[in-house]
Nanobody, 118 residues
């Protein structure tokens, strides 16, 4: 069974940067075949879509939530079977658990905690 694994979270000061990574644990599962998305969730709140990227070779562009536009960048490295979320200019309100996923997935990974605090 494929499991997505998020990493790269941590604690940073406001204005700082982090790069999150998303890989797949199942053999033969290629993230490049899927449109991939980053979400975030604060305890007690709905999971929020943060960024999306089309599958490799597909027509389309990256998309971002208004709250992260011009600060976050989603990208993929197909050779490494990895999807990234580069987060710059972090704000305290970006504090959340971040997850990656694809549209037809039936499960979620563990996520990675991002904490932005002075």
């Amino acid at each position: 069974q494929v499991q997505l694994v998020e990493s790269g979270g941590g604690r940073v000061q406001p204005g700082g940067s982090l790069r999150l990574s998303c890989t797949a644990s199942g053999s033969g599962f290629r993230l490049s075949s899927y449109s991939m998305r980053w979400y975030r969730q604060i305890p007690g709140k709905e999971r929020e879509l943060v960024a999306s990227i089309p599958s490799a070779g597909a027509v389309g562009t990256t998309n971002y939530a208004d709250s992260v536009k011009d600060r976050f960048t989603i990208s993929r490295d197909n050779a490494k079977n990895t999807v990234y979320l580069q987060m710059n200019g972090l704000k305290p309100e970006d504090t959340a658990v971040y997850y990656c996923n694809y549209p037809t997935s039936r499960s979620w990974g563990q996520g990675t905690q991002v904490t932005v605090t002075a």
